[in-house]
């Protein structure tokens, strides 16, 4: 059974910094494009960033662009998300997803509140 | 970036009903088209790959169609577990980029 558990949300100040993970289990995690994708409270989804299996391509929405980071550790089948100079607008529910084309799993989510 | 457009924002329906949401890119994207339901408090579900091939998680009464800048999704007799959020994507260029969904209610 595919398994995707994020961690690491929380609340930050603008300005601030997150460190999202994701625990994959149950396919091979080497083998598949990783992505992020999140939703605001209320609204719908926006895919934030991918990752090839080797970690050597990275796709980011604009709005993100120098400020987040997508990276893996295929050895340890985690998948990470640096989230520095965080915006109000960056409030929402983070989810990891298994594919970098048309995502086939997703995990629940990890909660991000960016607040003064 | 690609745009996707779905309509209606809306759907009140009853069961037993054929239901058809319509998604429209803002450019070809060929048959680079993906379909999600998404149930409250739930994650999104890949429903439909390629603007017609149906995830084995899914049964026969739903089915994809389109290719270019029209795609449509097709409920053919809604049941009451139908009731959801149903969003397009494409992935024929990056960023990956979603509709803003359509809410199927009764």
């Known amino acids: 059974e595919v398994l995707l558990v994020e961690s690491g949300g929380g609340s930050a100040q603008p300005g601030g910094s997150l460190r999202l993970s994701c625990a994959a289990s149950?396919?091979?995690?080497?083998?598949?494009?990783m992505s992020w994708v999140r939703q605001a409270p209320g609204k719908g989804l926006e895919w934030v960033a991918s990752?090839?299996?080797?970690?050597?391509?990275?796709y980011y929405v604009d709005s993100v662009k120098g400020r987040f980071t997508i990276s893996r550790d295929n050895a340890k089948n985690s998948l990470h998300l640096q989230m520095n100079s965080l915006r109000t607008e960056d409030t929402a529910l983070y989810y990891c997803a298994s594919g970098g084309f048309y995502p086939g799993s997703w995990g629940q989510g990890t909660l991000v509140t960016v607040s003064s | 970036e690609i745009v996707m457009t779905q309509s209606p924002a809306t759907l009140s329906v009853s069961p037993g009903e054929r239901v058809t949401l319509s998604c429209r890119p803002s450019?070809?994207?060929?048959?680079?088209l993906a379909w999600y339901q998404q149930k409250p408090g739930q994650a999104p579900r890949l429903l439909i790959y390629?603007?017609?091939t149906r995830a084995t998680a899914f049964p026969a009464r739903f089915s994809g169609s389109g290719s270019g800048t029209e795609f449509t999704l097709t409920i053919s007799s809604l049941q009451s577990e139908d009731f959801a959020l149903y969003y397009c994507?494409?992935?024929?260029?990056?960023?990956?980029?979603f509709g803003q969904g359509t809410k199927v209610e009764i």
């Open positions: 390629g603007a017609s």
């Open positions: 990752i090839n299996q080797e970690g050597s391509e990275e």
């Open positions: 450019q070809s994207v060929g048959n680079k």
């Open positions: 149950g396919f091979p995690f080497s083998s598949y494009w």
């Open positions: 994507q494409q992935y024929d260029s990056w960023p990956r980029t």
